[in-house]
T-cell receptor, first 115, second 112 residues
């Protein structure tokens, strides 16, 4: 069974500082990996995804993530955070075979930005 | 292209009632998945429909059911509501081999 661990429940970062959100997954085959962001009262917005190929993927809003198979990790990074990045971030893993649309999510990391 | 839409956005029901939530996927998407989000359990997969057939189901009781229509629109139904069913219900649609799921804004269900 697939699973996702986001070890940090809450992270506080100063505006302009760099950010790294951790994600570890467990899956028996090649995973599809995703990062979504959720603002209060909203649905989930896709930031980026990894299916195959280059292990460093670029997403929207200046975010990037690196897939490290040896560490079963898919950490999200941003060089310089903006106040508007304050939200909850979810890492998710999906099955890499067409026909299985079930995503397994981590518990989320809430990001607070201080001026 | 319009995104995933969900109706209603907010709903208040009492215990024992039933409720139906609706989801319209992105045009051309044939797969619709439903998720429940609560503070205690996080995001949990309910079920997924493709071409009017349920392909995957999560670990939820039979009170939770769904269906998909020929135009790919989907509904989920919860019967005999319990207080613990209060949650944000999210619908996601996907299409094509990349399987990326795009989420709607959700329906906030409150059970009193």
């Amino acid at each position: 069974a697939q699973s996702v661990t986001q070890p940090d429940i809450h992270i506080t970062v100063s505006e302009g500082a760099s950010l790294e959100l951790r994600c570890n997954y467990s899956y028996g085959a090649t995973p599809y990996l995703f990062w979504y962001v959720q603002s209060p009262g909203q649905g989930l917005q896709l930031l980026l995804k990894y299916f195959s190929g280059d292990t460093l993927v670029q997403g929207i809003k200046g975010f990037e993530a690196e897939f490290k198979r040896s560490q079963s990790s898919f950490n999200l990074r941003k060089l310089s955070v903006h106040w508007s990045d304050a939200a909850e971030y979810f890492c998710a893993v999906g099955a890499a075979n067409f026909g299985n649309e079930k995503l397994t999510f981590g518990t989320g990391t809430r990001l607070t930005i201080i001026p | 292209k319009a995104g995933v839409t969900q109706t209603p956005r907010y709903l208040i029901k009492t215990r024992g009632q039933q409720v139906t939530l609706s989801c319209s996927p992105i045009s051309g998407h044939r797969s619709v998945s439903w998720y429940q989000q609560t503070p205690g359990q996080g995001l949990q997969f309910l079920f997924e429909y493709f071409s009017e057939t349920q392909r995957n189901k999560g670990n939820f009781p039979g009170r939770f059911s769904g269906r998909q229509f020929s135009n790919s629109r989907s509904e989920m139904n919860v019967s005999t509501l319990e207080l613990g069913d209060s949650a944000l219900y999210l619908c996601a649609s996907s299409g094509g081999i990349t399987d990326t799921q795009y989420f709607g804004p959700g329906t906030r269900l409150t059970v009193l």
